[in-house]
């Protein structure tokens, strides 16, 4: 930057020469025109024609600076790659490190760009808002996102901040014969990825709102919603293809979905993912009493400068007029809360993109010290010759511009090598993200932005580490230069502050890093081994979808579940089976509860599971006291119910609950259900984990699933042979039931959790362990190498020890002690980062104290044992070196 003002400042000088020579030239001219008789006007007009010349001469004046200019940076780059070809040893390893740093820091801020900036292909995306009641008193009711269609229509109608408002609902499961059985359809055809319904009903102007053209056919409109229209779909690119091949000539061909025959008008293109259905349905607002069981999840488009905010105080005044024409569907304190559409989607993996982005960037800085040591290293190194370029007339400027052209060079070559990095380690980073915590519309690639930002980034990072060697290259005298060069001598005290600061700082940043891959490693580890109380080992299961119409009262339900259950059984390699309303850990439902004789202080709460009397085998559960059910308990729906420890401590202490009664409130509510009806409690059993791997086991009360419809049934089977060979088995033991029930789930226990539990955690903990990694490699590499400088430097100053009886043990002790004194000065500095780090952590930490010592003591053993190798190698070597030999050294 000096260099550059001061040839500035030197061109400008030179045109004002120049304009006074053309000055005086004009004037001479001018003089000798008048002279032959001319007017004044006259020769002043023939003498500008006359020098016209000398205008051309300045323009070729500057042409030649410029010129000029470009040959000499052009003799600078040569310059600098000779003379990084000839440390071809550094040049790798500052590359290396530069790529290390620039490929992991592109690699994340693409997945950040992609997943924050550019998730959506739709218009307009980042005005999305979506918004839903919240109960002001914190009760459990009252507070949804669903609505009525009228209700739907009130909010799309009566509110002033939105252009347009549209309306889906994504629970409809579409059932499909594929000749083989009665299938689901999913957005992606793999219900372990994307699990749940692979239909949705949406307003018609849907299409239009998201500004998508159908990459076939044609989108829904608003006739397709009138009353009497015929019955048409719209279908998702990857349904289009993994079931029909991605036949052009499908448009217009009908097909028998969910009982019904419908018409595909259209195929939407594959980015085209909204609301993670694999089938769009219309839903008519017209016709609100036809479809008075439909709800619908709103989502507006903000107008111009209308913020959430304000768009949630308008709404809340819609919901407060719709409270006071039926209070009994509202809370009675009420609130709107508005966020974006992206928000709603990927607000659980935000605190996972800022853990990411932090430990990329304690990488960067780790890096970015990294070379700086090397080039101040290297830079000392190179003060004679720098005194020696002075000393023959080498300004300061030129002699900063030639190290910083070498760094530009060393510049180029690490983002050669981030990008090349950043294109694999892409690929693995992408498919370590957990496919459910992201939207399916996101293309996660690096794109042109992310490679000029990593041009950009690898220039200022490399420009920056180099200008301050640079500076204290040139900084020096030229006597106090040639004179270390000639006595091959450090300077400034000690190993010199800046260099051993830099490595401080980089041992203190790797110490931040490994304690977080630690903690999260700590907690995969407790995650995975946490005692569940059931056995996930060897358990298939299949949800299934009913025919509607079909099993809505509990006699045929019954019937159709035993006989799955009596065709489950009978197959080879099956243990034991059963039916149950929901899968552990998570998916548990609960109910509030009365027990006669007891009067609460508050509302009493437990799970409630429905369930045949083989789920206790299948997954495992010890009987405590008591009995469970028998299969003429189930058959004959006997109202009795079977507890868990955890329900028996809360409620009944050191009671005997055995013959208790206990009434779930939540039945009264459930069609073809008994209300007012009281179980009796037959037995205790093991608790288990049924609110998550990471809270304690709840009180529950399993009850016969004969006693309700309602619900989702779920079988569920214990083999003893590998169970996926079984799955297909499985399903054509439901379809020779009943070839029109649809299987919506089907999987292992142990990939259900591996998939919504483990993986976020294990991702968390594989990134954090790659930086950790490269941060240990980076801090050896750094620390070798002011190590290897130091015992070059002091080369005649272990040759006079050793002349004067030093020990070799004697020189490794003093090597070693400098060495490892800056790798416990940073471990120092580290520690106290890592508090804070681990306050950061504390949402995703579990099983482990976020100060857990062990943790702490194992990193800084780790980073203890990476310098003392790191130093090992130099201090051999400087106990080798021959006395004589070492004396001579440079003088």
């Known amino acids: 930057m000096i260099l550059w003002f001061q040839r500035l400042l030197r061109f400008r000088l030179r045109e004002k020469h120049l304009d006074s020579e053309l000055r005086f030239h004009l004037e001479e001219q001018v003089a000798q025109f008048v002279a032959q008789g001319m007017s004044n006007a006259e020769a002043r007009k023939q003498a500008q024609l006359e020098l016209g010349g000398v205008d051309q001469v300045k323009s070729r004046c500057r042409d030649v600076y410029w010129e000029n200019r470009l040959v000499s940076i052009a003799s600078d780059v040569r310059f600098a790659m000779r003379t990084l070809l000839k440390d071809r040893f550094f040049a790798i390893t500052a590359i290396l490190a530069l790529g290390l740093g620039i490929g992991a820091t592109t690699a994340v801020f693409s997945v950040i760009y992609s997943l924050v900036f550019r998730p959506f292909p739709y218009k307009d995306f980042q005005r999305f808002t979506v918004f839903q009641i919240q109960d002001l008193n914190g009760g459990r009711s009252g507070g949804r996102k669903l609505f009525s269609i009228s209700e739907f229509l009130a909010f799309a109608q009566q509110n002033h901040v939105f252009e347009t408002v549209v309306g889906y609902n994504n629970a409809v499961n579409v059932r499909y014969n594929d000749g083989s059985g009665t299938r689901e359809i999913f957005a992606t055809q793999d219900a372990q990825s994307h699990p749940g319904a692979g239909g949705a009903y949406v307003t018609t102007n849907t299409f239009d709102f998201y500004g998508v053209s159908p990459l076939l056919g044609r989108t829904l409109t608003a006739e397709d919603g009138e009353p009497g229209a015929a019955p048409v779909f719209v279908m998702n690119y990857r349904v289009w293809q993994q079931l029909f091949h991605g036949d052009p000539t499908i448009i217009g061909r009908s097909f ?326 929901s899968l552990p850990p998570e998916d548990a439902k609960s109910s509030t509860i009365t027990i006669p004789g007891m009067t609460p202080k508050g509302e009493w709460s437990a799970n409630i599971a429905l369930c045949s009397e083989g789920y206790f085998k299948t997954l495992g559960l010890e009987l405590i006291r008591g009995r469970t059910f028998s299969e003429s308990d189930v058959e004959s729906t006997r109202r009795l119910a079977v507890i868990t420890q955890a329900f028996a401590r809360q409620f009944f202490g050191q009671d005997d609950p055995i013959g208790r009664k206990i009434k779930l409130n939540v039945l009264d509510s459930l069609p073809e259900t008994p209300h007012d009806a009281y179980f009796e409690i037959i037995g205790v059993v093991s608790d288990y984990r049924n609110a998550g791997v990471q809270s304690p086991p709840m009180p529950e009360v399993l009850v016969p699933y004969a006693v309700s419809p309602a619900g989702v049934p779920n079988i569920i089977a214990k083999t003893g042979t590998d169970p996926k060979t079984l799955l297909l088995s499985l399903s054509k033991a439901v379809w020779s039931v009943d ?71 004697d020189i490794v002790t003093v090597i070693l002690k400098g060495g490892l004194g800056l790798i416990a000065a940073g471990i120092l500095a580290g520690l106290p980062a890592s508090m804070g780090l681990t306050r950061f952590l504390a949402g995703e930490v579990w099983g482990v104290p976020t100060t857990d010592p062990w943790t702490f003591g194992i990193v800084v053993l780790c980073i203890f044992l990476t310098g003392l190798i790191a130093c090992a190698l130099p201090a051999w070597r400087a106990s080798r070196l021959d006395p004589l030999i070492a004396l001579r050294h440079q003088l």
């Open 739 to 809: 070839p029109e029930v649809g299987i919506d789930m089907s999987g292992t226990l142990e990939d259900l959790l591996r998939e919504f539990v483990y993986e976020a955690p294990q991702f968390e903990a594989a990134i954090f362990g790659v930086f950790a990694a490269i941060a240990i490699l980076l801090v050896a590499v750094g620390v070798y190498g002011i190590m290897a400088y130091t015992v070059s430097m002091r080369t005649h100053e272990i040759g006079v020890r050793m002349a004067l009886g030093a020990q070799r043990s």
């Open 256 to 581: 028998i979905l969910n009982g019904e025959a419908k018409t595909l008008i259209g195929v939407m293109p594959a980015r085209f993912q909204v609301y993670g259905s694999g089938i769009w349905f219309p839903i008519g607002l017209s016709a609100v009493e036809s479809n008075a069981d439909v709800m619908l999840k709103p989502v507006g488009r903000l107008k111009p400068g209308v913020s959430l905010e304000s768009a949630a105080a308008d709404l809340t005044l819609v919901a407060k007029d719709l409270a006071r024409l039926s209070p009994d569907k509202y809370p009675k304190q009420l609130a709107v809360t508005t966020e974006t559409f992206t928000d709603s989607l990927i607000q659980q993996f935000k605190t996972t993109l800022y853990i990411l982005l932090a430990a990329v960037l304690g990488l960067l800085l780790i890096s970015c010290t990294n070379v700086a040591n090397l080039l101040l290293i290297r830079a000392v190194r190179r003060e004679g010759e720098i005194a020696l370029r002075a000393s023959l007339g080498a300004s300061r400027a030129r002699l900063i511009r030639q190290l910083l052209t070498e760094s530009f060079v060393l510049a180029i070559g690490g983002c050669a090598c981030g990008c090349s990095l950043a294109y694999c380690s892409l690929k693995w980073l992408t498919a370590l993200i957990p496919a459910h915590r992201i939207p399916a519309e996101v293309s996660i690639q690096l794109n042109p932005a992310m490679l000029l930002f990593a041009l950009a980034l690898s220039t200022l990072t490399t420009l920056l580490c180099g200008l301050a060697p640079a500076l204290h290259a040139v900084g020096r005298n030229l006597q106090g230069g040639l004179a270390s060069s000639r006595k091959g001598s450090d300077t400034g005290v000690g190993f010199g502050s800046l260099r051993a600061s830099l490595v401080i700082a980089e041992v203190g940043l790797s110490v931040v890093l490994l304690i977080g891959a630690g903690l999260m490693m700590r907690t995969v580890f407790a995650i995975t081994h946490v005692d569940l109380g059931f056995r996930p080992n060897h358990v298939l299961y299949e949800r299934l979808d009913l025919p509607k119409g079909k099993y809505e009262t509990a006699q045929p339900r019954r019937v159709l579940i035993r006989n799955i259950l009596d065709r489950v059984n009978a197959l080879p390699g099956v243990n034991a089976s059963a039916e149950t309303w």
